[in-house]
């Protein structure tokens, strides 16, 4: 940290202190922020970038592609400046100001990493994907059986009612597919699949008995919900949508704990680190360093819910140190900062499908369909990998002409209506092992403009990764060739770790302190009073979609800890 004493800002400590304190607002902080709140905790929460209020501060939400000056794409300088952000699917002109630019918060790649942020209240909640998939005990016991790192301390039962209590406040939409590995959960009626969709899944089960192509859970409303507008189906999502219409933190979390009068809400705040009490032998607040004046300051409070996201929240525990943690909190272990995963995405296949020449889908629906696991599962037996895999599908149409820059007229308004043939891609979503070698550690050098460390991040796709990525590209091919489409194709990838935007693992949970970071109730280990619910305290990675088990995390811990403060244990 840089010298700032000459700066604090020195008050009375009581006017800077609460009941709870969270580090973060995004997907898993918002949801700490409302449950603490809800539970009748004064809470602060603490964000490191701007204000963004839910339609307010969504200025592109409702402007058409021909109302940007680069109809909605990145110019060469913003590519030349951020090539790491503008690797992004979601980063267009128009939502070009909810993404961290790469110069202005650096960090140090040892292999090729993708690290992809949003520096706002509401983080990157605002441009997730939105895809929530339970997992189930397959995966909770995989590490176990298999001998893999550390036994998960927690199992599916455990989080089911968990799963069960933030779906209903989310908004999923989704199916009872009655499939064990994606358990069911509390669904809105389906969005639904295109002709070509339901070819394909008509397809797998007439060929296959355990593969099943079914309507994504996804955090889109299909229907008004607790003061939410429903889906327009416009997939302009990642710009923000004025209807509430996606789970975000600024549309539902936030605004729930604002309601009770016990949320004060900080932004520009850059936490530093966790204080820790050699006394009581609990963490008494955080050090805080504001974004725009350096100005240092400390707040205090009874617990304390650390959500930054994954590397960032590894980054603040081991910039945490004392003389009880030398190494960073809760590192007794010496696991903090490693095991980081993310999933592999680089396996893609699409094809071309005859007929259906009279149908067209209708709107833009902001989601896909999932081929759920099944590989390693049930009578399937790999040998060249462990784990499994699932598949995002998309069966839709594109335009059916290349237009060309001499048509004008009535062949231009043809060629703008005339639909290609119908393609279906299938996008593999594979589950990364939690490796001991794969980890991020601090720079002893050098340091951001807030005195803060640069992360360094070391970690890569291994054999496992790329056996099973082979299996990925060859089964894709063989479901489509025997859905008899036409020329089948991988679309190559090459993604860097990172770029899924999966990170997880770094300060994982588990049943000892010898061999992890967390308890089974998301708990510091050695400092019990702070709590780590995002990314970071994932045992492993499965291969769905991880937010929802954040989110089910989350609210979780949050009950456990309010129960243990009113019992005094904490």
Not at 169 to 198: H, T, V, W, Y
Not at 417 to 443: A, F, R
Not at 499 to 514: F, S, W, Y
Request: with cysteine.
């Amino acid at each position: 940290m840089k010298n700032n004493s000459a700066n604090i800002n020195v008050k009375g400590k009581d006017q800077h202190t609460y009941d709870a304190i969270v580090i973060g607002s995004g997907i898993s902080g918002g949801w700490a922020a409302k449950e603490l709140c809800e539970k009748g905790l004064k809470t602060l929460v603490l964000e490191r970038g701007r204000k963004v209020e839910h339609i307010k501060d969504y200025p592109t939400a409702t402007k058409h592609v021909w109302e940007f000056e680069h109809r909605n794409q990145l110019t060469r300088e913003e590519i030349e400046e951020n090539p790491i952000a503008s690797k992004c699917y979601a980063f267009k002109e128009s939502t070009k100001h909810f993404f961290v630019k790469d110069k202005e918060h650096p960090y140090e790649q040892k292999k090729p990493f993708d690290w992809i942020r949003g520096y706002q209240v509401g983080g990157k909640s605002l441009m997730w994907a939105r895809w929530v998939q339970r997992w189930s005990d397959l995966d909770f016991e995989a590490n176990a059986k298999e001998g893999i790192a550390v036994d998960w301390p927690i199992r599916y039962k455990d989080l089911a009612p968990w799963y069960s209590y933030v779906e209903k406040f989310a908004g999923i939409s989704g199916n009872k597919d009655g499939l064990p590995q994606i358990p069911d959960g509390e669904f809105l009626p389906p969005m639904q699949m295109s002709c070509a969709e339901e070819y394909f899944r008509d397809s797998l089960k007439s060929k296959y008995s355990d593969r099943h192509l079914v309507i994504s859970r996804t955090a889109n409303l299909t229907k008004s919900h607790m003061g939410r507008g429903q889906c327009q189906h416009r997939d302009l999502c990642f710009r923000g949508c004025p209807f509430g219409g996606y789970f975000s933190s600024n549309s539902s979390t936030l605004p729930a704990a604002e309601k009770t009068g016990n949320l004060t809400l900080r932004p520009f705040s850059v936490v530093h680190s966790i204080i820790y009490d050699e006394q009581t032998q609990k963490a008494k607040g955080v050090r805080v360093i504001d974004t725009n004046t350096k100005e240092a300051t400390e707040f205090y409070a009874k617990i304390i819910f650390l959500n930054a996201a994954t590397l960032n929240s590894t980054l603040v525990l081991m910039n945490s140190t004392s003389s009880r943690f030398p190494n960073g909190m809760g590192n007794d272990s010496g696991e903090l900062g490693h095991n980081l995963m993310d999933h592999n995405y680089n396996a893609r296949v699409k094809g071309k499908l005859d007929g259906f020449e009279d149908k067209a889908t209708f709107g833009k629906r902001p989601t896909g369909t999932y081929l759920p696991r099944f590989r390693n599962f049930g009578d399937d037996k790999q040998t060249d990998f462990l784990r499994g895999y699932a598949y995002s599908v998309d069966g839709s149409r594109g335009p059916g002409s290349e237009l060309s820059e001499t048509v004008i007229g009535q062949a231009l308004k043809n060629d703008l209506t005339n639909l290609g043939p119908w393609e279906i891609q299938l996008s593999g979503m594979g589950e990364c092992l939690p490796y001991h070698d794969n980890k991020v550690t601090l720079s002893t050098t050098k340091k951001d403009e807030w005195g803060m460390p640069l992360l360094q991040i070391d970690a890569e796709f291994k054999t496992n990764e790329l056996q099973m990525q082979k299996d990925m590209v060859n089964s894709a091919m063989d479901m489509l060739e025997k859905a008899k489409l036409k020329d089948i194709e991988e679309v190559p990838m090459d993604r860097n770790f990172g770029l899924n935007i999966h990170e997880m693992g770094t300060a994982r949970m588990g049943k000892n302190p010898k061999t992890s970071v967390l308890n089974a109730h998301n708990q510091v280990w050695g400092a019990e009073n702070v709590f780590v619910t995002d990314g970071s305290c994932m045992a492993s990675s499965a291969c769905q979609n991880p937010s929802l088990t954040y989110m089910a995390l989350t609210a979780r811990a949050a009950d456990y800890a309010v129960k243990e403060l009113k019992k005094r244990n904490l």
